[in-house]
């Protein structure tokens, strides 16, 4: 299995001043439970996801390698589970999704396509959606017919729809916000859509850079930053 980390570490932010001036509130929830339980939440996503392609894959349908046989259920699957598009990808990197059918490109210059060609599941590729042009994480599943790669079905799971799922389940005050960052820094959710994908390294605050890079760095802890003129607390 292919781990395109979709997040390395989960922060709750928390407004504790306005820079300059006196303190504006506290927050009165348990941060480090919340923090639990989105992680918990999105990992549940994930992985119910992972598990419906691992049975559609599974099913004589899909490893027919033909679009026509296997369009039905992943038509069924996508209108049960809303906030992702599904497809079928062939090993010459044609691919087909519910909605659009034929695709007149192929999944080929993706980063996780090698992965699929030589078996292994990928789980949290981040991308631009082709189909879509949403953020989105990939989940894809490859399908084997004889021991042979035939395939893959997949899912690209749009991160806005995520976040306003993360969000109305777990109701935060207003001076309170959660993002998770991958690996390489670039911000996979946050309560905030339109920083998706954006790296808070490069966003203008030296204090937001420095809490960045330690928040990679450490499997937890608590940190400070400036930004928007607003002193925040990062956990």
Same mark, same amino acid.
């Given at each position: 299995?292919?781990?395109?980390?979709?997040?390395?570490?989960?922060?709750?932010?928390?407004?504790?001043?306005?820079?300059?001036?006196?303190?504006?509130?506290?927050?009165?929830?348990?941060?480090?439970? &919340?923090?639990?339980?989105?992680?918990?939440?999105?990992?549940?996503?994930i992985?119910?996801?992972?598990?419906?392609?691992?049975?559609?894959?599974?099913?004589?349908?899909?490893?027919?390698?033909?679009?026509?046989?296997?369009?039905?259920?992943?038509?069924?699957?996508q209108?049960?589970?809303?906030?992702?598009?599904?497809?079928?990808?062939?090993?010459?990197?044609?691919?087909?999704?519910?909605?659009?059918?034929?695709?007149? &490109?192929?999944?080929?210059?993706?980063?996780?396509?090698?992965?699929?060609?030589?078996?292994?599941?990928?789980?949290?590729?981040?991308?631009?959606?082709?189909?879509?042009?949403?953020?989105?994480?990939?989940?894809?599943?490859?399908v084997?017919?004889?021991?042979k790669?035939?395939?893959? &079905?997949?899912?690209?799971?749009?991160?806005?729809?995520?976040?306003?799922?993360?969000?109305?389940?777990?109701?935060?005050?207003?001076?309170?916000?959660?993002?998770?960052?991958?690996?390489?820094?670039?911000?996979?959710?946050?309560?905030?859509?339109?920083?998706?994908?954006?790296?808070?390294?490069?966003?203008?605050?030296?204090?937001?850079?420095?809490?960045?890079?330690?928040?990679?760095?450490?499997?937890?802890?608590?940190?400070?930053?400036?930004?928007?003129?607003?002193?925040?607390?990062?956990?």
């Amino acid at each position: 299995m292919s781990q395109k980390s979709f997040f390395l570490c989960f922060i709750l932010s928390i407004v504790t001043m306005p820079a300059f001036g006196l303190a504006q509130c506290t927050l009165g929830i348990d941060a480090k439970n &919340v923090l639990s339980s989105f992680v918990a939440y999105t990992d549940l996503r994930i992985n119910s996801v992972q598990q419906s392609l691992e049975i559609l894959a599974a099913t004589t349908e899909a490893r027919s390698g033909k679009w026509e046989n296997i369009k039905g259920l992943l038509s069924g699957y996508q209108k049960s589970d809303s906030g992702l598009i599904v497809w079928y990808v062939r090993p010459d990197g044609t691919y087909y999704t519910v909605d659009k059918g034929l695709m007149d &490109v192929k999944l080929t210059d993706r980063s996780y396509f090698p992965d699929i060609i030589e078996g292994r599941s990928v789980i949290g590729a981040l991308v631009v959606s082709k189909s879509t042009a949403q953020r989105s994480t990939v989940i894809a599943i490859p399908v084997k017919e004889e021991g042979k790669i035939v395939g893959a &079905v997949g899912a690209s799971l749009f991160l806005d729809r995520l976040s306003e799922q993360l969000d109305s389940t777990f109701i935060l005050p207003q001076d309170a916000a959660f993002f998770a960052l991958a690996p390489n820094g670039l911000t996979t959710l946050h309560r905030e859509k339109d920083r998706h994908f954006l790296d808070p390294r490069e966003m203008g605050s030296e204090t937001l850079k420095m809490a960045a890079n330690e928040m990679l760095a450490k499997t937890s802890g608590e940190t400070t930053y400036i930004f928007d003129n607003v002193m925040k607390m990062a956990i």
